[in-house]
């Protein structure tokens, strides 16, 4: 019997033993073509600068996805265009300009605006007169017989739903140039809503300017001085039905094919600058980690998947979508690795508890990668659903879908969706490191003896992604597929401390209708810091008051309250919060621990002091929250 049995327990030690020590030499070698000849920031470069923004429903998403399939062929993957879905209405952004044509002023000559996704243009330049919009009959009836071809300034006032029609309506009558609205002091965001259809295009043009420039151009209006504007604005709709594709390339597996790792990224993106950091930079590292790993000979065990979706900022529809179309595969994915928050780098993965000592053998690697840029796993007792990217789909379905947790000095909010999400936004030492993690963390996943762990996969979390990818607009609700309605509430956020209720549909936010997701996300995103929430609740309205977190754009030890990263421009940096520093009270209020310092800071006035100990002295900071 040991006679026998002896061999065949050396073969397999042998087999295991070979087994490990071919996955280290791919993972050197993974790190050599990673370090040496990275070429992440050129697939960047060509998707942000050579293609450009990459909207759902663009000419150039779709270039996009077949330039990414092309990518992932050349490096012997196979790989496809698959087909989610439509949108009724195409839309392409050219150029957009604008500018102050008298009086002359020089800091009016260049005007910075935006105008939203699936909105027209001017399609060449349109010059009028400045003029303000009314606020009450009194001044529509006073200001009507100026429309004509005028650049109206929109008070930004609530009229009332009826008097606002009748403003709109009297817009449309008189055929002014375009409305102007107020935008932020700095950031300009895109959105835009592209359920529309072929025969009702929208015809308003409708333009966000930055506030220092607004309230210029109404401040002259209001010296009596005539105002001049010209705006060329090249929007272009295409008559659907525009298909739409998630790409996918594989590397099979040799053991058991059936059996996969994702890895992915959105590849669309807003269309107010050329989405890089949103989410350019997940794309270019999913491209970057299939290249290494195919460079490096990788022959995994299981298969490892690179998806490309499309529609995620619309709400993850290209996610969704493949993962209605095949349920069957759900048993079989060990895990979804989602980059989609930024430049930052990857800097670890949150674990349950049974995937802890499995994850500390899987990403061992990565810790010794570069001293500078940890890696860390973090227990936690679910993973957290509702960050809003592609692995909440398979969350929910009960795969374990992760969103990698990133740091370091790139501030995501300042380019998230706004018209400075250029590729000079991107950090290239980032970018190089985090695709050797994305591809030996996939490796060392693909090659493990079974699928990870499902049990106590899912909690839902008090801020959880919502927090990590810097928004301080986090109303805290899942909805439905109207969009509107909600589904679920997350706890420990501004709609669970509000008393927002599941089933609730959501009518109103700060005053702004809301229709959809895509409105109601841009509501909440322009909502004051207290908000009133309308809502119809078993066929009544109902006003709920929420109060929105706020974030103060830097990253710490575990305490919550020793810095170790303060993101550039955040209200952080501006108030002098240096690493290292341990914040000790907010607005005088002494605080604990980082759920006692979110508290004082949401409860807080705009404007705090904030009591920091720095190398053993006591000293106060003015933070100045943006809301
Ligand atoms: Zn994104």
Known sequence: MKLVLRPALLLVAAVLFLGARQEASVVDKI??????????????????NGIGPRLTSSDRLTRAGAWARHQFESWGLKSRLEQWGTYPV????????GSMVSPDEPELKNLTFVTMSWTPGTNGPVEGAAVMGPATEEELTAVEPNLKGAWVLSPGVSTGRELNEKILAAYDKAGIAGLIRKGGATLLLTGGNGRIAWDKLPKRVNITMLSKQYDRIKDLIGEKKEVRLRFDIKN???KGPIPLYNV????????KPE???IVGGHLDSWDGATGTTDNGTGSATTLEAARLLMKAGAKPKRTIRFMLWSGEEQGLLGSLAYIRKHPEENDRISAVLVHDGGTNYVSGILATSPMVPIFEKVFEPCMKLNADLPFKITERAGLPLGIGSDHDGYLRAGVPGFFWS???????????????DTFDAAIPEYQQHTSMVVAIGALGIANLDALLPRE????????GGGARRGSPRMLGVNTEEDGVTISEIVEGTAAQRGGLKEGDKILKVGGKDVTDNESLRAA?????HKSVVRVKRKDKEMDVNVTFDRTMGFESEDDGLTVTNVSENSPAAKAGLKAGDKILKFDGKDVKDSEALRAAMRDGPKKATMRVLRAGKESDLEVEFER
């Open 31 to 48: 790190i050599d073509e990673g370090r040496n000849r990275s070429e992440v920031m050129a697939h960047l470069d060509h998707l942000t």
């Open 90 to 97: 195409g839309f392409n952004r050219g150029p957009w300009s």
């Open 236 to 238: 272009e709709f295409v």
């Open 248 to 255: 996918i390339a594989e590397i099979p597996g040799t053991e």
């Open 259 to 261: 059996e996969m790792v």
């Open 406 to 420: 990133q740091a370091g000095k790139a501030n995501y909010q300042h380019t998230h969706h706004t018209q400075f």
């Open 456 to 463: 106590g996969l899912v909690v839902a979390r008090p801020g």
């Open 524 to 528: 909440i995103r322009d909502a004051d």
